[in-house]
C-alpha cells in the first residue's frame, strides 16, 4: 500500500513477476516479444524483482506511460540504450539528454517545418518510382533490402542533398551491421568498449568509419558549394550560431546525420516491408487499398504536371489507415527504454533512483481490451481517428519532449511509396517462407528478411 499525493492509501499498482530473475532473464533474452507479451495481462507496471540497485519494470497503462514520457519527462533520462547507441552515432538528438537534448531540437525542428516535408514528398515519389520502374513482373526480390536501399536514398536526398548512386550497397551494408551488433549490446549484461579489438567491435568500426567518410565528405561539399545546400538539414546546420555565435562542431553536425541517417530510415523500411506482407495476407484490405489508388496520378510526370506530391498524399486516407495500423500491430520502435534519475512517484507508486523503464508499444498495442481482436490486421478500426483510445495506447513514434521529430515525415513516406507501389504492383510472398517472425533488432524487422514477388496490376 501507498499514500498518493493527497496522503489517501491507495492499493499498489505495481505486481511482481511471479518467476524467477534467472528464468526472466533468459526467457527475455530468448524472446523479447513473448516475454513482453506475457507480462502484459500480469498488471499496469510489472516489477521484474532485479536487484534493488537497479529496479526494472515494464510498463503497460497508457496513464504510467504518459507520465513517464509526458507529466514527468524531465525526472528521466535514456541512460543505458543511449550509451550503445552513442557508441555509433554520438551526441545527436536521439541520444542526447537534458538541457544539451533541448538546445538540439530546437535548432532542429525547422528541417521537419510542413513546407519542407512538401518538398521532401517530390523526393519520395521519385526514388520510389525510380524503383518501381526496376520491379519486374514474377522476378522475386529482398524486400527488406530493397526498401532499407529506397529509405537510404531518401533520407540522404532530402536530409544532406546527396545522391548515393554505387554507395548505396556499400552503405545499406554498414547500417545494417551497425544496428545488429548495436542491438546484440543494447540488452547484454556486459558492454565492451568499442577500443577493445574483438572481431564484432573491429566490424562495427569499420561500418561506422564508412558511414562517416560519407558524412564527412557530404560536410566538405556543403562547406565548398553552400548554395546548393541551402534549403537541407546539412544547410542548417553549417548556418546555425549558439548563444555565443559561434557554429557547431564538426563532430556535432556529424552526430546529427548519423542520426538523422540511422533513425530515418531503418524505421520506414521495415514498415513498409511490414505493410506490404500484411497486405498479401488480408486480401480485402489489399483491394480497398487499390479502390484508393487506382485512379490517382501518382507518376513523377503526371505530378510535374498539376498536383504535388504532399498534396497526393493528403487525399489518401485508408492509405494512411493501412500505416497507421501497420505500426500498430509492427510498430519498428518495439521499446522505449528510461531510467529515473531520481526516486520518482507516479500515479501513487515510489520508485527509487536508477529504476529502469521499458515501455513496449508493440505489447500495449496489442491489449485486446483496448483494441478488440488486437491480433487482427484491420486499419477500418482507425476509421474514427486514434482519440476513440486512451491516450498512449496508441503510440508508434513514442511521445512528450523525447516523442519521434520525424513522425509526420515518415507518415508521408510510408504512406507515399505504399500508394506508388501499390498502385502498380500486388506483392506475395515467394512460396516456402512461412509465417514472419518479428525480430526484434534497433528497431522491429522481419527475421531473415522476405522475398516478395511483384506482380503488375495494369
Ligand atoms: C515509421 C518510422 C518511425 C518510427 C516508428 C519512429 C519512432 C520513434 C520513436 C518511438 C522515438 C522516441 C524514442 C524514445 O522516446 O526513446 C523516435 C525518436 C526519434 N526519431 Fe523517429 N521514428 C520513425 C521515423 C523517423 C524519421 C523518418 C526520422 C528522421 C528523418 C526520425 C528521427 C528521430 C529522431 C531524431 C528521434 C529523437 C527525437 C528526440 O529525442 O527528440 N524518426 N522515433
Given at each position: 500500500?501507498?499514500?498518493?499525493?493527497?496522503?489517501?492509501?491507495?492499493?499498489?499498482?505495481?505486481?511482481?513477476?511471479?518467476?524467477?530473475?534467472?528464468?526472466?532473464?533468459?526467457?527475455?533474452?530468448?524472446?523479447?516479444?513473448?516475454?513482453?507479451?506475457?507480462?502484459?495481462?500480469?498488471?499496469?507496471?510489472?516489477?521484474?524483482?532485479?536487484?534493488?540497485?537497479?529496479?526494472?519494470?515494464?510498463?503497460?497503462?497508457?496513464?504510467?506511460?504518459?507520465?513517464?514520457?509526458?507529466?514527468?519527462?524531465?525526472?528521466?533520462?535514456?541512460?543505458?540504450?543511449?550509451?550503445?547507441?552513442?557508441?555509433?552515432?554520438?551526441?545527436?538528438?536521439?541520444?542526447?539528454?537534458?538541457?544539451?537534448?533541448?538546445?538540439q531540437k530546437k535548432y532542429l525542428t525547422p528541417v521537419f517545418y510542413k513546407e519542407r516535408i512538401q518538398a521532401y514528398a517530390e523526393v519520395v515519389m521519385e526514388e520510389t518510382e525510380r524503383?518501381?520502374?526496376?520491379?519486374?513482373?514474377?522476378?522475386?526480390?529482398?524486400?527488406?533490402?530493397?526498401?532499407?536501399?529506397?529509405?537510404?536514398?531518401?533520407?540522404?536526398?532530402?536530409?544532406?542533398?546527396?545522391?548515393?548512386?554505387?554507395?548505396?550497397?556499400?552503405?545499406?551494408?554498414?547500417?545494417?551491421?551497425?544496428?545488429?551488433?548495436?542491438?546484440?549490446?543494447?540488452?547484454?549484461?556486459i558492454i565492451l568498449p568499442l577500443a577493445v579489438p574483438t572481431p564484432k567491435n573491429r566490424k562495427h568500426l569499420k561500418a561506422i568509419r564508412s558511414l562517416e567518410d560519407m558524412i564527412y565528405d557530404t560536410i566538405a561539399e556543403a562547406r565548398r558549394n553552400p548554395e546548393q545546400y541551402a534549403d537541407s538539414l546539412l544547410g542548417l546546420l553549417l548556418d546555425t550560431r549558439d548563444d555565443q555565435g559561434d557554429p557547431i562542431p564538426d563532430v556535432e553536425i556529424r552526430d546529427q546525420m548519423m542520426t538523422m541517417l540511422l533513425a530515418g530510415h531503418e524505421t520506414t523500411a521495415n514498415a513498409i516491408v511490414w505493410a506490404l506482407y500484411a497486405l498479401d495476407r488480408e486480401r480485402s484490405v489489399d483491394e480497398r487499398l487499390y479502390e484508393e489508388i487506382q485512379d490517382r496520378p501518382l507518376t513523377v510526370r503526371q505530378m510535374r504536371e498539376g498536383q504535388s506530391a504532399f498534396d497526393l498524399y493528403r487525399g489518401l486516407a485508408y492509405t494512411r489507415q493501412v500505416i497507421q495500423e501497420t505500426l500498430r500491430l509492427y510498430p519498428p520502435a518495439w521499446a522505449i527504454l528510461r531510467e529515473a534519475e531520481q526516486p520518482v512517484e507516479m500515479l501513487g507508486d515510489h520508485f527509487p533512483a536508477n529504476s529502469s523503464f521499458l515501455i513496449s508499444p508493440y505489447a500495449i498495442h496489442r491489449n485486446d481490451r483496448v483494441f478488440g481482436d488486437a491480433a487482427a490486421f484491420r486499419p477500418e478500426r482507425f476509421d474514427a481517428g486514434i482519440s476513440q483510445w486512451p491516450r498512449f495506447a496508441y503510440f508508434p513514434f513514442g511521445g512528450g519532449a523525447r516523442g519521434c521529430i520525424g513522425s509526420q515525415f515518415a507518415l508521408m513516406e510510408a504512406g507515399l511509396i505504399l500508394a506508388v507501389l501499390a498502385r502498380r504492383f500486388r506483392f506475395t510472398s515467394a512460396p516456402g517462407q512461412g509465417e514472419a517472425e518479428p525480430e526484434p533488432l534497433v528497431s522491429l524487422r522481419i527475421k531473415n528478411g522476405r522475398w516478395m514477388i511483384p506482380h503488375r496490376r495494369v
Open positions: 500500500m501507498n499514500r498518493n499525493r493527497k496522503g489517501e492509501i491507495s492499493l499498489t499498482r505495481v505486481v511482481g513477476i511471479p518467476s524467477s530473475r534467472v528464468a526472466n532473464f533468459l526467457s527475455f533474452q530468448r524472446d523479447p516479444l513473448q516475454f513482453l507479451i506475457n507480462a502484459l495481462p500480469l498488471g499496469e507496471m510489472v516489477s521484474l524483482r532485479t536487484s534493488s540497485f537497479r529496479p526494472t519494470f515494464i510498463v503497460n497503462s497508457p496513464a504510467f506511460v504518459q507520465e513517464i514520457l509526458v507529466h514527468q519527462e524531465e525526472r528521466f533520462r535514456k541512460g543505458r540504450s543511449s550509451n550503445v547507441l552513442r557508441r555509433t552515432i554520438g551526441d545527436g538528438l536521439l541520444t542526447a539528454e537534458h538541457e544539451r537534448h533541448r538546445q524503383l518501381a520502374d526496376t520491379l519486374q513482373e514474377g522476378v522475386m526480390v529482398p524486400m527488406h533490402d530493397v526498401m532499407m536501399q529506397l529509405t537510404l536514398g531518401i533520407i540522404s536526398r532530402s536530409m544532406f542533398k546527396t545522391e548515393l548512386h554505387e554507395a548505396k550497397t556499400e552503405l545499406a551494408q554498414a547500417v545494417d551491421d551497425t544496428i545488429r551488433l548495436s542491438a546484440k549490446t543494447i540488452f547484454s549484461p
